[in-house]
């Protein structure tokens, strides 16, 4: 049983690799988000999961591609469903990558946290299944929260204090007219 993870960051693979890999799956991670700004928080969390994939013995494709005019200008005109536009984008890249590479099945570290809207996210996420020919597995990595973030403590390694867009972050820390 082999499938595809779309990872946001490190800190966030942790619940779910763990709990995949007792279930059976051979996991294979997958590195795209175009979401995080700027491109320095990007690259920082794009080294702190290669780090982390080291340490699990977890194979990670990492995307070359950091479509940002795409990703801004759609989150954009998408208003009030940023978040759905965000989803939507990295998932599709992440099912495409999935079928490209030999898996029947994928699914996201998006599913684990709690500040993510997980309706959209699944909705999503079969959308794009759909299309691409493959299976979005869905769970809910919820209940693991805790102790992801413990363990990603104990490990050391960087935790990013927002989901990664510019208007998260802007939300974060209360920026005047956002």
Known sequence: MNIFLHICCAPC???PLRILREKGFQVKGFFFNPNIHPYTEYLRRRETLSEFAGRVNLSVSFSPEYPIKEFLSGMIAAGEERCRFCYRMRLRTAAVAA?????SKFTTTLLYSRYQK???????GVKAAGEEGVEFYYE????????????SKDMG??????????LSEAERFKAPGV
């Open 99 to 103: 079928r490209r590479e030999g898996f």
């Open 157 to 166: 390694l960087y935790r990013q204090r927002y989901c990664g867009c510019i």
């Open 118 to 124: 997980q309706d959209w996210i699944r909705e999503e």
């Open 13 to 15: 693979t942790i619940y």
């Open 140 to 151: 809910d990595f919820r209940p693991g929260w805790e102790e992801g973030v413990r363990k």
